[in-house]
């Protein structure tokens, strides 16, 4: 029987939990009264390291680690995260932390706001400023999305530490090839509605990028308005969001194990962040997005208003997949038979901003 490890960022701490079969236990909050918009969770030691990005609003943001599965908390001495001097910039928050594959032992990225990617090469204890990317030619017309002006996804290729990709609101794709040494803006097919000129090279706001388990260079991306694909690593894509109620959201996750299976969670528009059409459902492809279904059995029937933001929702990398999501009225929902049937695992938590999962043991 599969142990789950389940971490649940909220504005108001991290809660853990421990699942086998049916059965759930839950701590915390650790970092009480903290917002913890980033976990990150590197596998690729013998017990996973656990990443945290907290926001105290006394103290600041900050990266914490932890050894032993949650139980206690280190603090690097010095900031983990800083912008150098000669940026003007300072640390608005982590948005997301990524351990890269295991061709890259010990680097782990951290997307941050303003807008930037930082490196490490020590898991995630100290981090650089990935330079050329903060430095680009198109930095000085980005915009901040509704929520600010974040570097939220981070896509590493398994079969080469070089090429990653990372997703700007509201910039758009960009993707080095060469280690971040150069960097390319990789919008191709991708709307910018907002915008007098729709299909601009940049300034798309991508809300969230997925990489397809059986083909490394398929990629998902749920953006504000529209479900697209990439079939090259997103050098160019196509809209799939024909068959969903709406293609507007937020979140966009890829099955741990299956090709070609992707999940969304459809949000009714922009101006009314709420479920698509009121309903609790999760949707999706078995066929890289060329049909959709919803998946209900078990959630809430009857209007709902529980929005999932684009890191609340996660795969556990179990076969078949646990499916997690949690949302803002702060319900906290699980699959353990990739999304075809769903129970709640906890209710009245403060509003959730990502969830993570990994199995242990």
């Known amino acids: 029987m599969t142990d789950v490890l389940l971490t649940v ?10 699942g086998r079969g049916g059965r759930w236990e839950f701590d915390g909050p650790h970092f009480n009264a903290q917002a913890v918009y980033a976990i990150g969770i590197d596998t690729r030691r013998t017990v996973p390291r656990l990443l945290v990005g907290g926001d105290s609003a006394h103290w600041g943001p900050s990266v914490f680690h932890s050894d032993d599965l949650g139980a206690t908390w280190t603090e690097p001495a010095q900031p983990a995260v800083r912008f150098p001097k000669d940026t003007g910039a300072s640390l608005e928050r982590v948005w997301q932390l990524h351990p890269a594959g295991p061709a890259a032992p010990g680097v782990v990225y951290a997307g941050t706001e303003p807008a930037a990617l930082f490196r490490s090469t020590d898991e995630g204890e100290t981090f650089e400023l990935v330079r050329p990317l903060w430095d680009h030619p198109t930095r000085s017309r980005w915009a901040p999305g509704g929520g600010g002006e974040g570097l939220h996804t981070v896509v590493t290729d398994p079969r080469d530490p070089d090429a990653v990709t990372v997703a700007v609101s509201a910039a758009g794709v960009f993707r080095t090839l060469d280690g971040g040494g150069s960097w390319s803006p990789s919008n191709e097919g991708v709307s910018a509605v907002f915008l007098p000129d729709q299909r601009p090279e940049f300034g798309q706001c991508v809300h969230k990028i997925a990489q397809d388990a059986g083909d490394p260079d398929r990629l998902y991306l749920q953006n504000h308005w529209g479900v697209y694909r990439s079939d090259d690593s997103g050098a160019r894509w196509t809209d799939i969001g024909a068959g969903l109620p709406s293609d ?4 966009a996750v890829a099955h741990p194990h299956r090709a070609d299976v992707a999940y969304v969670f459809p949000i009714n528009a922009d101006a009314d962040r709420v479920p698509a059409e009121r ?8 066929d890289a997005g060329g049909s959709w279904e919803p998946l209900s059995a078990g ?28 949302n803002r009225n702060g319900e906290l929902y699980a699959s353990a038979d990739d999304g ?6 906890a209710s009245h ?11 242990i043991g």
């Open 9 to 18: 960022g909220t504005r108001k701490g991290l809660f853990v939990g421990r």
């Open 340 to 345: 075809d049937s769903w129970r709640l695992l």
């Open 299 to 326: 959630l809430p029937e009857g209007d709902h208003y529980g929005t999932v933001l684009r890191d609340a929702m996660c795969t556990d990398g179990a076969d078949p997949a646990g499916v997690y999501f949690g």
């Open 349 to 359: 938590l403060p509003d959730v901003l990502c969830v993570r999962a990994t199995v």
């Open 248 to 251: 507007f959201g937020f979140a």
């Open 279 to 286: 309903r609790c459902r999760v949707y999706r492809t078995s």
